[in-house]
């Protein structure tokens, strides 16, 4: 008999999963809570790592269509103090893929659409409950009240997964509030700040404050303040106004950035799970991504989402016949792969919102050399 396996979450992580299963002949039903592909932003663009996103896309033949659609310049990182003084700047080798290019969320996601079945993914499927069935499997309903079955569910359904209740009682903390705003067409309308940006990233770091931005494939800006976790509410950051207030002082080339954005600030928490969660296996189920790992947003989690759904979808297809041992199998290798990039992604984390951030990141990407100094 068919295995029916349902993944919940349409992301990265769940399409990565359906793509690789679908390249061994086993077959998948994605339910999306959103109403189509381009239902609402996916937000910034992604640096793609070789050993775990790269890897991947190269597990679901996709490494060709990812090239055509990266961007190696976007590589190039800027880090300037309040004042604009330039404390490091990395800038790529030209058209080199030999590091983390940068692609747009959008475009990732749509070359994984584009890669699956039309009828793979299921739109406006918000999950909302799963339930055990008496000999095996899942009985799944959705917001809607539709209901169907599964033989294995696969929780790929982000921070606030349903899935993973099933699994752990683990909780989130709040690590930071992050505020974003976007400025369209920044070539024509703001050349200023598009020369500041660059063709890549830009932080400009504070004490204990973050004001970030990176270009987008399409000539706009992402902007990005992050501020610590505190008591208060993140609505409290939605005027330009109660945001430029927590750049006081700094030069106003770099404050421009807040003052450019189109509309109102969009403010929200940053959350993360315990680092070590797991969890005891249990038939039929399992997690991948930030339902299973959800870290602070320093460059892995979308990474090791891919990582996790290709490892998983390896491991399925060795034994389309016997789940069980494929998922633990992948639960064993995935917490101990994963533990350590948590420990790391936390501590990187708590650095950038340091009171000596702007040191300690200077350390932190400055390569330390064991070559002797060239002598005058």
């Known amino acids: 008999m068919m295995m029916r396996i349902a993944i919940a979450g349409g992301g990265l992580g769940g399409l990565t999963l359906a793509r690789i299963l679908h390249r061994h002949g086993i077959g998948a039903v994605v339910y999306e809570r959103e109403a189509g592909r381009s239902a609402r932003a996916q937000g910034g663009m992604l640096d793609l790592h070789p050993e775990s996103g790269q890897q991947a896309l190269a597990d679901a033949g996709l490494a060709a269509r990812f090239r055509s659609e990266a961007r190696p310049e976007g590589e190039e990182h800027r880090i300037l103090d309040p004042a604009g003084r330039t404390l490091v700047h990395h800038k790529p080798q030209p058209g080199s893929f030999s590091g983390r290019p940068e692609i747009d969320r959008s475009a990732l996601r749509d070359l994984l659409l584009d ?41 790929a359904d982000g921070a606030r997964s349903v899935v993973r209740s099933l699994l752990t009682d683990a909780t989130l903390s709040a690590v930071a509030t992050l505020v974003e705003l976007s400025i369209g067409d920044a070539d024509r309308r703001h050349p200023d700040l598009a020369d500041l940006v660059g063709p890549g990233n830009l932080w400009c770091v504070g004490v204990r404050r973050i004001l970030a931005a ?50 109102p600030p969009n403010p929200r928490r940053i959350e993360a799970m315990p680092t070590g969660t797991s969890w005891a296996h249990r038939p039929g189920i399992t997690l991948i991504g930030d339902a299973a790992h959800l870290m602070p947003p320093v460059g892995e989690g979308a990474n090791q989402a891919m990582l996790d759904a290709a490892e998983l979808a390896a491991e399925l297809a060795t034994d389309p016949a ?12 995935m917490f101990v792969r994963t533990h350590p990039i948590a420990e790391m992604s936390a501590r990187v984390q708590a650095m950038m919102l340091s009171h000596t951030a702007a040191d300690d990141i200077v350390r932190f990407f400055t390569p330390r050399s064991t070559e002797p100094a060239p002598a005058d």
């Open 322 to 333: 016997d789940p069980d041992s494929a998922i633990r199998a992948y639960e064993e290798a």
């Open 214 to 263: 990176q270009r987008l494939g399409d000539g706009s800006i992402r902007v990005g303040v992050s501020l610590p976790a505190d008591d208060r509410h993140p609505d409290t950051y939605r005027s330009k106004r109660a945001l430029l207030d927590m750049f006081d002082g700094w030069n106003p080339g770099l404050t421009a950035l807040i003052e450019a954005g189109d509309g």
């Open 115 to 155: 890669s699956l079945p039309a009828d793979t993914v299921r739109w406006q499927h918000r999950l909302a409950a799963a339930t055990p069935r008496p000999d095996r499997g899942f009985e799944l309903t959705f917001d809607s009240g539709h209901r169907t079955d599964c033989d294995v569910l696969i929780g």
